[in-house]
């Protein structure tokens, strides 16, 4: 044990002493010009290294420079910059004082993608015949490889712009790069962006294969963690994860991701996306949703159950929410040309469970197309295709909604009207208007749709009960038997919409024992409304002459008022005793016709 130990020992002081000789002999500013003459030869890159290099030993054998910059032929700003950067050097090829970097660690590093940092042509600059990809917009400068074994970077700053395009900053980069022999390259990136007054966080882990840099890459994605929180976004943000294989060709500056695995907090989707992010941009999605809380991907929470029935909860932020002030300019599809197929297996909106939802739209710059919005809910259909219009500051919107047999009162929760009625109702309309909320919905949008509604039910009125007991206050002489029927089978007709006026100019219907006509006006903005239900309520027996009448007599039940003060006026003492002055009248009529034979000589 004791020789190992005197053996390692002596090892130790070898080593020590000959790293030592090492750095006394070998002046790491010898490779200054080697290192600015390599870059230069096999890119073109100017490489400036400011300040003495030095070096670090433990625990690894380093050279340590100062600021550094390395700049593209001819552009106005460098690529990179750095205030402090590290190579990590293998230590046999110096004893013949050659120079092998292993690692490029760059702390407090701006990389700079924009179109000043990127490689100019000399004006005047003759060109060649391979000069015809970078004429038409290919500038991908074909000598440049990427031949470092491991890349780090720290605390650095990734400016990344488009030609005419915004500009994004990445802050907080930190990347760990390893390439093997085969340029196959492990990597794993985090960093964030801000823009808009949102935030965005990611993680990022992965494989690449770089033997094609910088005109091509293929990898995938392992892992890649995001978080996204801000303005207009859910209170609690979107977190989520992504796995994908994908392919970036950069002469095209294309991207293609298959096979992807989307996760975005209580929603998961599979499926495939691809783009270009060369103006104008292109993104196309073909998703499949599991499940796809849209509820809880948009601005406000959903509609609360505890709220009361008789109100609507229209204090809130709706939940496809702007702010009204919003201006579309800064919109991304603006300049962008989109697609999108997306298929959900179950989904929530506004509080609604929609089955089999199916969304196929575009956008061309700003006007985006709907061509199908379509799914189930419940025991109903509907289908939504329509146009979105954001090239102007105020959006505008044309929909053509047709819907088959939906319950009212889930519907009209999810519109934030008063729960006042029950059953179902099929429509088909066209609508158009400024502003996608629902309450801008209300406010802006007009338009106009055929109607037809089934087993409508009041909430707390039974209008045949009403009517019966109104008639036994005023005369005991009649009387209807027939059962309670608290629903309307059946009620249609066309209704319109203009700037949150609900017009109602003539609905008809009814059930088998009474007939139904219902006109007036709802004010979704004043929240008010004046309507009134014509009713002819079949089965009265007593009286003949009352009870004929009544069975042929439109009484009619009016509903007026603020929403959570409404008011009634069913004036049938006034049509009883119209009967009855009538009939008194009448009879009097004919006693003085009898009359008028016995006066006469």
Known sequence: MRRVITTLAILLVVVVAGMTALVLLVNPNDFRTYMVQQVEQRSGYQLQVSGDLRWHVWPQLSILAGRMSLTAPGAAQPMVTAENMRLDVNLWPLLSHQLSVSQVMLKNAIIRATPD????????????????????????????????????????????????GDEYNFRDL????????????????????????????????????????PHRLVGEIDEFNYTLDGANLPPQGIKGTLSAQGEWNADNQQFSLQKMQLSANDSTLDGSASGRLALPQQLNLALHATTLNIDNLMASAPINDSSATQHASVARTPVIAEPRNHDNSDSPLNQMDFSLNLTADSSVWRGLTLNNLQIDASNQQGLM???????????????????VDIRQPVTQVALQPEIDNIAIAPLLKALELPQTLQGTVSLKGDLSGAGLSVEEAKRNWQGSADLEAANLQLAQLNLQQMVRRAVARVSNRVSNDQPDDQGIQQLSGRVSLKQGNISLPDLQGGNSRMAVQTKGNIDMVKQQLDVTINMMLRGWQGDSKLAGLLNQQTIPLRMYGDWNNLQYSLPIDDVVRQQLQNEAKSRLNDWLDRQQPAKQP
Do not use: C, E
């Open 117 to 164: 940092s990127a490689p100019q042509k000399p004006s005047g600059a003759p060109v060649g015949p391979g000069d015809a990809d970078a004429d038409a917009g290919n500038s991908i400068d074909k000598g440049w490889t990427f031949n470092i074994g491991k890349l780090r970077l720290a605390d650095s700053l990734l400016i990344w712009q488009q030609q005419d």
């Open 174 to 213: 930190n990347l760990n790069l390893d390439q093997d022999a085969s340029k196959q390259a492990n990597f794993d990136l985090a960093t964030r962006v801000s823009r808009n007054q949102r935030n965005l966080s990611v993680n990022l882990k992965g494989q690449m294969n770089v033997a094609q840099y």
């Open 369 to 387: 197309t709907v061509t199908k919005l379509q799914g189930k809910f419940g025991d109903g259909h509907f289908s939504i295709p329509g146009s």
